[in-house]
């Protein structure tokens, strides 16, 4: 079956380092790739998405690549601000309109001023 | 881009009561809805799939007495907690697919916190 493994968290960080936090799957076919972000309170909003290897998905300075060899999408930015702190999930999805996301268990990123 | 709401954002209940939760999709129409319950610090379990005009396909160990979902329309699913318990509460978070497109794109909802006393 399909399964999306995280890092766990919190992370934390100062305003302005670098972060990774790092997924790994395991899928059957050839899945999509999805990283959502969780805001407190809030529901969950697509950040980025890569449907095929080596396709690099990026927003608001985010990015992710698809890694088939590694079975890796880690998510990066290279300088993250305190409004970054939040849940971010990784995801994935195989086949077509009858399959549903997969979920990690999401990382919690802190950002202190 | 798509907008997926959800209402009520927050509700207290008392134990024993139903409440109903409702997803609309407001620029879409969608043919398949979705209901996760996200517990404290986790990750998002999916509840279960919602088809318009047919019965909801629940996952493996969710109740679906419990968990009642309707999805009339092409723009709107509802998930009534019945008979609600204190291990109800949970945030209930619904999305909501694209009919077509390559990837078919699911757009989530805001979340309703259900807290039962």
């Known amino acids: 079956g399909n399964s999306v493994t995280q890092m766990e968290g919190p992370v934390t960080l100062s305003e302005e380092a670098f972060l990774t936090i790092n997924c790994t799957y395991t899928a059957t076919g050839y899945p999509s790739l999805f990283w959502y972000v969780q805001y407190p309170g809030e529901g969950l909003q697509l950040l980025l998405k890569a449907t095929k290897a080596d396709d690099k998905g990026s927003n608001k300075g985010f990015e992710a690549t698809y890694r088939k060899e590694t079975t890796s999408f880690h998510l990066e930015k290279g300088s993250v601000q305190v409004s970054d702190s939040a849940v971010y999930f990784c995801?994935?999805?195989?086949?077509?309109?009858?399959?549903?996301?997969?979920f990690g268990g999401g990382t919690r990123l802190m950002v202190k001023p | 881009g798509a907008v997926v709401s959800q209402h009520p954002s927050w509700v207290i209940c008392k134990s024993g009561t139903s409440v109903k939760i409702e997803c609309r999709s407001l620029d879409f129409q969608a043919t398949t809805m979705f209901w996760y319950r996200q517990f404290p610090k986790k990750s998002l379990m999916l509840m279960a799939t919602?088809?318009?005009?047919?019965?909801?396909?629940?996952e493996q160990g969710v109740e679906k007495d419990k968990f009642l979902i309707n999805h009339a329309s092409l723009t709107l699913s509802t998930l009534t907690v019945t008979s609600a318990h204190p291990e109800d509460s949970s945030f209930y978070i619904c999305s909501a697919r694209e009919p077509s497109g390559p990837t078919h794109e699911q757009y989530f909802g805001p979340g309703t916190r259900l807290t039962v006393t």
């Open positions: 995801a994935l999805k195989t086949g077509g309109a009858g399959n549903m996301l997969t």
């Open positions: 919602s088809n318009e005009g047919s019965k909801a396909t629940y």
